[in-house]
């Protein structure tokens, strides 16, 4: 096989052939030749996962490359678009989690093609690795939940307050969550826009308190200022159920992050919001922030008082009803969303958001 770079990426399922695929994993496992390939399968969604079945050679087997994997690109009409989310997964795959470690899929390639608006990570097929997969629709435990908040604040703990945010850093690049959220309303904030997405499923199962689009740009515009005022850290940036699983030994696990940096309620209000059913969350959202705290503490951070910390956390309740409100069903299946938005808008009620937003 004559040898070729691994760019440009490829912009349909089609254009993978067992040539390029060689080139991919080449950039980590030198030497390796792909001698044929098979589509097993392909799901839809915000990104495309195509399973692919592989027949390498001895170098590809003794580099531990396994029969499948999954590639994941952008491979849907609107994928051009939404290039900056392919982009960013990448760049956790690529440049966050072989440095700052969190329990992810082994990855085999990862990079982005500016030109083409394209990202491809070639990633471990879970499945075959027997683990299990959190459901939306199957809230979670508290001891589950617990669990994973210690591995996030280990990995939180890692680079809070780093001075590698700062121009030139190692980190330079990662986008603050809150103001990122800010940009990306705008277009969401039209009423015609907005007015869709409250009339869906999702929107009736909100408090109408939160259906005024003018409220949902103030709360946002207040948590860029709060983000400011509070220490910040890099995020997964996207823990919703859907994108976690646990493994066989019982481990928590990770994948489709969007790294970004942010203040510590963030990422915890997130999680805890969309995770737990209504009816257990007040009995032990508090509880499982302060074990948050304790795991910070842990491990040499000074973290916020639990006081400050839920204060912010009833504030950055928002911005995950924002995420799943605006989430089209082409992303995320209606269930899902409704789900979420339920879950959200009755911490938002409980924990006064619309009051804690106001006193930033």
Known sequence: MAERGAFPLPLTIEAIDRDWLTAALRTRAPGVTVRGVEVVDVLNGTCTKVRLRLDMDAAGRAAGI???????AGFEPHSRDMHFMHQSEVRGYRDVFPALPLPTPACWFADYDAEGRQGVVIMEDLVARGVRFCSALVPQTYDEVAARLGVLARFHARTWNSPEFAPGGRWDWVPELMAANKAYAAAFLQPEVWGRFVASPRGAAASVRFHDPAWMAFALDRLAVL???????????????????????????????????????????????????????????????????????????????????????????????????????????????TAYVARISAAMIDHDTIGRLEGI
């Not at 396994?66 to 994941?72: M, Q, R």
């Not at 823990?239 to 963030?266: K, Q």
């Not at 009833?314 to 269930?335: P, T, W």
């Open 66 to 72: 396994p029969e499948t994997v999954i590639l994941k």
């Open 227 to 337: 983000s400011t005022r509070r220490p910040t850290f890099l995020q997964h940036g996207d823990t919703h159920l859907g994108n976690l699983y646990v493994d066989v030994d019982g481990t928590p696990g990770f994948f489709d992050s969007l790294p970004h940096r942010g203040p510590p309620a963030g990422e915890v209000s997130y999680h805890l919001a969309c995770a737990l059913d209504p009816a257990d969350r007040p009995r032990w959202e508090e509880k499982l922030v302060a074990h948050y705290l304790a795991e910070l503490a842990g491990q040499g951070v000074e973290p916020p008082t639990l006081d400050e910390m839920m204060r912010d956390y009833g504030a950055c309740l928002a911005r995950a009803y924002f995420i799943f409100l605006i989430n089209d069903s082409v992303f995320q299946a209606e269930a899902v969303n």
